[in-house]
């Protein structure tokens, strides 16, 4: 692989960890209203919504962790190679 691609795979990786950093930051806050939100509200549909908010930003940040460990897995096998 040459330097320009080289450089467009870390660029990728740290765009990843970015975009990863800024979904905790919402999912941190979207737990914080529901765990802010009385039992009450909680079992309506607006809590639903929220705790359903938070799985699929829990399952995405997940999935994102597992795309920057392949990049880096890439990165790792083209500093191997020179």
Known sequence: ?????????NTIKRELKRIEQDLQNVLDEEQDA??????????SMRGIDSEDAIN???????????????IQSVI????EIG
């Open 56 to 70: 699929n930003m829990e399952d995405a940040q997940m999935e994102l962790n597992n795309a920057i460990k392949s």
């Open 76 to 79: 790792e096998s083209l500093n």
């Open 1 to 9: 692989m040459n330097k320009q691609r080289r450089k467009q795979i």
């Open 34 to 43: 529901f765990d802010s939100m009385p039992e009450n509200l909680q079992y």
